[in-house]
C-alpha cells in the first residue's frame, strides 16, 4: 500500500474527530475537557462544509452547525469535512479552520497579545500557538482512546447516532459518565501522546496501536509527505446515505 493509499484509507478518522467535536460542542453546550489540558469551550461558527461521495453542503452563517440543513445533511450521511472553530481556553480566545481530511489547522487568529513589537511579543505569539497545539492534542487524543476501545461502540457512537436523529433518546448524563470511565481507565498521572500540528496528518496513517481486533491491520509505516502534484488521490470512503440512521460511524 503506497502514501496516497494510506492516507485515502485514513480520512474517516479526521471526519469522525470533527463530527466528535460537533457532537460534544452541542451535547455539552460548548463546555469541553481533557485529561491533560481541563476545561475549555469549543463551538462551530461560520462556515462548515459537509460531504458524501460527490455530494457537498456549505453551510455559512454565525453558528451554522446548528441550522436544521446541517442536521438533514448528517441524516443523509454527509460528514463534515471542513470547519470554522471558537476555542476559549483561560480566557483566551481563538479562532481557527479545521480540515478534517487532513488534521490541519488554518487561519488561526490568537489572542491579541499585549507587548510591544519586539522579541518578547513574537515569543508570546508563539507560546500562544504551543497552548492550542496542546489543547488540540490532548483532545485528539481523548478521541482516539474512545476510538480505539470498546466505549466507541457501546456509548459514543449510539450516542452521536441519537443526536443525529434528534429524537429526544440522547442521555448525556450517560454519555458522559461512560466517557469519563473510559478516559479514567488509563493509568493516573500518565502524559498522552500531543501530537503538534504537523504531526496530527502522520498519526492518521500510522495510528496508534490499540484493541482494534475488528480493524483491518493498519498500513505500514511511512513518513508523512505531501503527494506528488501528479498523482489525484481517489475519493475519501465515506458512510453510505441512510434518510434515517445517518452516517455509518465505523466500529472498533
Do not use: C
Not at 455539552?28 to 455530494?55: D, H, N, Q, Y
Not at 499585549?114 to 497545539?133: G, P, S, T, W, Y
Not at 496501536?209 to 498523482?231: D, I, L, Q, S, Y
Amino acid at each position: 500500500m503506497d502514501l496516497v493509499d494510506s492516507i485515502e484509507r485514513g480520512r474517516f478518522v479526521g471526519r469522525e474527530f470533527l463530527v466528535w467535536m460537533w457532537f460534544e460542542s452541542e451535547v455539552l453546550e460548548g463546555a469541553l475537557e481533557t485529561r491533560t489540558e481541563g476545561s475549555f469551550e469549543l463551538w462551530p461558527e461560520a462556515a462548515i462544509t459537509l460531504v458524501a461521495e460527490k455530494e457537498q453542503s456549505r453551510l455559512k452563517g454565525a453558528i451554522p452547525s446548528s441550522q436544521p440543513e446541517a442536521a438533514e445533511a448528517l441524516r443523509q450521511g454527509k460528514l463534515p469535512t471542513q470547519a470554522r472553530l471558537r476555542v476559549i481556553k483561560d480566557g483566551l480566545e481563538y479562532a481557527l479552520g479545521f480540515t478534517a481530511d487532513g488534521l490541519t489547522l488554518s487561519s488561526v487568529r490568537i489572542p491579541a497579545t499585549l507587548k510591544a513589537e519586539n522579541d518578547e511579543q513574537f515569543e508570546e505569539r508563539m507560546d500562544l500557538v504551543e497552548k492550542l497545539d496542546r489543547l488540540f492534542g490532548s483532545l485528539y487524543s481523548d478521541f482516539l482512546v474512545l476510538r480505539l476501545g470498546a466505549a466507541w461502540d457501546q456509548h459514543v457512537a449510539p450516542a452521536i447516532r441519537a443526536w443525529i436523529r434528534d429524537d429526544g433518546s440522547i442521555d448525556v448524563a450517560a454519555y458522559v459518565r461512560a466517557k469519563k470511565d473510559a478516559l479514567g481507565r488509563k493509568k493516573q498521572g500518565a502524559e498522552p501522546p500531543r501530537p503538534n500540528l504537523s504531526a496530527l496528518a502522520r498519526m492518521v496513517v500510522n495510528p496508534p496501536k490499540g484493541p482494534m481486533a475488528e480493524e483491518p491491520p493498519p498500513p505500514p509505516r511511512a513518513t508523512m509527505k505531501a503527494p506528488p502534484k501528479a498523482v489525484k488521490a481517489a475519493p475519501a470512503p465515506v458512510a453510505k446515505r441512510s434518510a434515517k440512521k445517518g452516517p455509518k460511524l465505523r466500529g472498533r
